[in-house]
């Protein structure tokens, strides 16, 4: 089965590293993204996406414009990979969608709306390495040659160039996922990564539904959220580690004085 409930902070922790041990290293690596979320009803739909309206004709819009606004200095390329992290990194909706290679970052934003703390939450788990095998020979020729399991920007800029570009490469759905560059230390602290779909109205759990060998789901019953977020907030897996700044420590501090009713 695909979705899986978990009844407490063991079987989470079981069910979260299960398949991490690689026989030809002999060492636990575990080869799947993560992504937590306060519901378990909530798809997986990229920020563009949710956006509404004509969303796919405003896609060049939104990142022209970012684009011509942004401060030079935060980007360290100029390729639309460069672009694209960087304004997903900052709010700017756009085609990807954020990730993590921490099962606990993950089990940090299942839990950290305490609002939501009556809703059961999720986790999903997809295996990147399975995903990428089912991605265009050109860009599997790409991570053959680098000798990567995830693609980085420099890597996708050498085959892709635009996104119109990238839309060429739409003839069947598939996801990849790729690592933006340390831009801040939030990206570095979260363990970030992004997957991309080559269509910029393709629904990510659609696909996985077609594909489901490669993903699963873990439901976060709502009784048993308290116990997670206490726990994490005594391993220090807290905004105030993953958003660095004035504004990671106050949503850390609201949360830690909010009453629990």
Same mark, same amino acid.
Not at 23 to 31: D, K, N, T, Y
């Given at each position: =089965?695909? #979705?899986?409930?978990?009844?407490?902070?063991?079987? *989470?922790?079981?069910?979260?590293?299960?398949?991490?041990?690689?026989?030809?290293?002999?060492?636990?690596?575990?080869?799947?993204?993560?992504?937590?979320?306060?519901?378990?009803?909530?798809?997986?739909?990229?920020?563009?996406?949710?956006?509404?309206?004509?969303?796919? #004709?405003?896609?060049? %819009?939104? *990142?022209?414009?970012?684009?011509?606004?942004? %401060?030079?200095?935060?980007?360290?390329?100029?390729?639309?990979?460069?672009?694209?992290?960087?304004?997903?990194?900052?709010?700017?909706?756009?085609? *990807?969608? +954020?990730?993590?290679?921490?099962?606990?970052?993950? =089990?940090?934003?299942?839990?950290?709306?305490?609002?939501?703390?009556?809703?059961?939450?999720?986790?999903?788990?997809?295996?990147?390495?399975?995903?990428?095998?089912?991605?265009?020979?050109?860009?599997?020729?790409? *991570?053959?040659?680098?000798?990567?399991?995830?693609?980085?920007?420099?890597?996708?800029?050498?085959?892709?160039?635009?996104?119109?570009?990238?839309?060429?490469?739409? +003839?069947?759905?598939?996801?990849?996922?790729?690592?933006?560059?340390?831009?801040?230390?939030?990206?570095?602290?979260?363990?970030?990564?992004?997957?991309?779909?080559?269509?910029?109205?393709?629904?990510?759990? +659609? /696909?996985?539904?077609?594909?489901?060998?490669?993903?699963?789901?873990?439901?976060?019953?709502?009784?048993?959220?308290?116990?997670?977020? +206490?726990?994490?907030?005594?391993?220090?897996?807290?905004?105030?580690?993953? =958003?660095?700044?004035?504004?990671?420590?106050?949503? /850390?501090?609201?949360?830690?004085?909010?009453?629990?009713?």
């Amino acid at each position: =089965m695909n #979705e899986i409930v978990a009844d407490s902070w063991n079987s *989470l922790q079981d069910h979260l590293f299960a398949d991490s041990w690689d026989a030809g290293i002999g060492r636990f690596r575990s080869r799947f993204a993560f992504r937590g979320l306060s519901e378990a009803s909530y798809p997986l739909a990229t920020t563009l996406i949710r956006l509404g309206g004509p969303y796919t #004709e405003l896609e060049n %819009h939104l *990142l022209r414009n970012f684009r011509k606004y942004a %401060h030079r200095e935060v980007v360290q390329g100029d390729s639309i990979w460069h672009w694209l992290a960087v304004a997903q990194h900052y709010g700017l909706p756009t085609r *990807l969608m +954020d990730w993590t290679y921490s099962p606990f970052v993950a =089990m940090h934003f299942a839990t950290v709306n305490i609002e939501k703390s009556d809703c059961d939450g999720v986790i999903w788990a997809v295996n990147y390495e399975k995903a990428h095998r089912l991605v265009p020979r050109e860009l599997q020729r790409e *991570l053959s040659a680098e000798g990567a399991n995830v693609f980085t920007v420099e890597m996708l800029s050498r085959v892709i160039q635009s996104l119109k570009t990238f839309d060429q490469y739409a +003839d069947q759905d598939y996801v990849l996922f790729f690592e933006p560059p340390s831009m801040d230390d939030r990206i570095v602290n979260q363990f970030a990564f992004f997957s991309v779909m080559p269509s910029a109205c393709a629904r990510l759990d +659609d /696909w996985l539904y077609e594909h489901p060998d490669i993903w699963r789901k873990i439901i976060i019953p709502a009784a048993l959220k308290w116990e997670i977020r +206490d726990k994490l907030d005594q391993a220090n897996i807290t905004e105030r580690v993953l =958003m660095p700044g004035m504004g990671g420590l106050s949503r /850390w501090l609201k949360r830690q004085y909010s009453p629990k009713t």
